[in-house]
Nanobody
Framework: QVQLVESGGGLVQAGGSLRLSCAAS????????MGWFRQAPGKEREFEAA????????YYADSVQGRFTISRDNAKNTVYLQMNSLKPEDTAVYYC???????????????????WGQGTQVTVSS
């Protein structure tokens, strides 16, 4: 079991940057693939980025490739999402998620993440 708490959202102008953090409880954090998803009003929750246990493997949605960077610090039980060159269409609630302990694949599939945070709002103004 792992509990997740996101922070770092806010209001930023287009072209700006934000860094989201997700703090995880529990002693198994380093055994969980971690992901970031987002949900805009009226839309489904969609995958943005994921990272392997060690941080050595990452995977991004095409819409954020080259602008967003996912990273993790296993000593701090924290995963990050650095967001640069933000666009108004990046406006959404951003969610941190964890795969079950021991699963290896860096997945984009929402259904493969059983643990979720409460979300943090990111608003990008034009």
């Amino acid at each position: 079991q792992v509990q997740l708490v996101e922070s770092g959202g806010g209001l930023v102008q287009a072209g700006g940057s934000l860094r989201l953090s997700c703090a995880a409880s529990g002693r198994t954090f380093r055994s969980h693939v971690m992901g970031w998803f987002r949900q805009a009003p009226g839309k489904e929750r969609e995958f943005e980025a994921a990272i392997s246990w060690s941080g050595g493997s990452t995977y991004y949605a095409d819409s954020v490739q080259g602008r967003f960077t996912i990273s993790r610090d296993n000593a701090k039980n924290t995963v990050y999402l650095q967001m640069n060159s933000l666009k108004p269409e990046d406006t959404a609630v951003y969610y941190c998620a964890a795969r079950g302990a021991g699963y290896l694949s860096v997945s984009y599939k929402r259904d493969e993440y059983p643990y979720w945070g409460q979300g943090t709002q990111v608003t990008v103004s034009s």
